[in-house]
């Protein structure tokens, strides 16, 4: 258990819907990233947050947004929903934000039908 | 740009069968290599950082390496709990942040 805890385990829904997706950092640890992982496109890094503040952004589409609370759990909005975006959603965490080890969820499966 | 290319996609060994599995890499500027295990349906767990050209790392049958151009993760009388998809990421500097950037992974399969 890497500590890091993500839910809803799964999500089905169809497009153009919008969805919430939850993550809780390990105890401790201060910065929190967002990956997708597909079967074409791999571990994709979409966004990275710091003790609240975004620090760096990848290939985060305009249809999806994040943010990270006080209580440094985060959260990922994602709208307009197209069936390309159906593929696991990973939280990470780690200590001090900057990519050192970092340890992953187990992932938000979302399908779009 | 930069890219992480991981070879082969996939790799069939027989229990105790010793084998590397390779990350190359061109990036500007490396700020760090890592190596991470996924099991399916999980997320990825840590396994290693090098930093430097002649770095090693080991742990249990696993070894891994880096060079200027490339990685290995060699695996020494591997045993069935081993299989797992192995993922090399290089950590940039993109934009004024860093990141990581991931290769597409080597699924590991070793047979009893």
């Known amino acids: 258990d890497s500590g890091v805890t993500q839910t809803p385990k799964h999500l089905i829904t169809a497009t153009g819907q919008r969805v919430t997706l939850r993550c809780s950092p390990r105890s401790g640890d201060l910065s929190v990233y967002w990956y997708q992982q597909s079967l074409d496109q791999g571990l994709q890094f979409l966004i990275q947050y710091y003790n609240g503040e975004e620090r760096a952004k990848g290939n985060i589409l305009e249809r999806f947004s994040a943010q990270q609370f006080p209580d440094l759990h985060s959260e990922l909005n994602l709208s307009s929903l197209e069936l390309g975006d159906s593929a696991l959603y990973f939280c990470?965490?780690?200590?001090?934000?900057?990519?050192?080890?970092?340890?992953f969820g187990s992932g938000t499966q979302l399908s779009v039908l | 740009e930069d890219q992480v290319t991981q070879s082969p996609e996939a790799l069939r060994l027989q229990e105790g069968e010793s084998s590397s599995l390779n990350c190359s890499y061109t990036v500007s500027g490396l700020r760090g290599l890592f190596w991470y295990r996924q099991d399916p349906g999980k997320g990825p767990e840590f396994l290693f950082t090098?930093?430097?050209a002649g770095e090693e790392k080991e742990k249990e049958r696993l070894k891994a390496t880096l060079t200027k151009k490339e990685s290995f993760l060699h695996i020494t009388a591997p045993k069935p709990e081993d299989s797992a998809t192995y993922l090399c990421a290089v950590r940039v500097v993109i934009q004024g942040a860093q990141k990581l950037v991931f290769g597409q992974g080597t699924r590991l399969t070793i047979n009893p």
């Open positions: 990470a965490s780690s200590v001090a934000g900057a990519n050192e080890k970092l340890f």
């Open positions: 090098l930093y430097s």
